[in-house]
């Protein structure tokens, strides 16, 4: 994986072993514990790690950006955006397969991407997130998958479901 920065924003891009145009892009958005301090703090848990102990080998390109200390995703749909823009730019011609994914604060992440952008993924796959409900609308038309466990201690899984009902 290869760390690369846009503006004052880090992120890791991950690169399928047989690169192409025709490749997906995916888009990971870390939860609070791996903010700020050190770019490697991505790597903590979850898919990043996978990537980088080669448990998960993608035939896809990933963007894993890192959000800042004491900010949240939801505040950094701009940057992440330019961040997808640029590296869509030069890797994927097929701007139909970019899709977002995310966990606990990437979870949330994830809704505020599509629903401020919910013409632009293929596909979003929120994790343990939550959202503004009342323009779930906009995302009536777009694939998605969100998972939360009842067994979740951080964030209540009533998020998650307030979610999923809005947009049916």
Known sequence: MELKQI???YYWLYTPEKPG??????IFLHGAGERGGSPDNVFRISLPLWLRQGKWKPDAYVICPQCREGWDWNSQVERIKAIIDHEAAALVSDRTRIS???????????????????????????ICG???????????????????????????????????????
């Open 21 to 26: 145009p025709n490749k997906p892009l995916v």
């Open 7 to 9: 503006n004052d924003m």
């Open 100 to 126: 977002i994914t995310g966990l606990s604060m990437g979870g949330f992440g994830t809704w505020a991407m599509g629903l401020h952008f919910p013409e632009f993924f293929s596909a979003m796959a929120p």
């Open 130 to 168: 939550g959202g503004l409900s009342w323009r779930c609308c906009n995302l009536k038309d777009m694939p998605i998958r969100a998972f939360h466990g009842e067994s979740d201690g951080v964030v209540p899984v009533e998020y998650s479901v307030t979610m999923t009902e809005a947009v049916n």
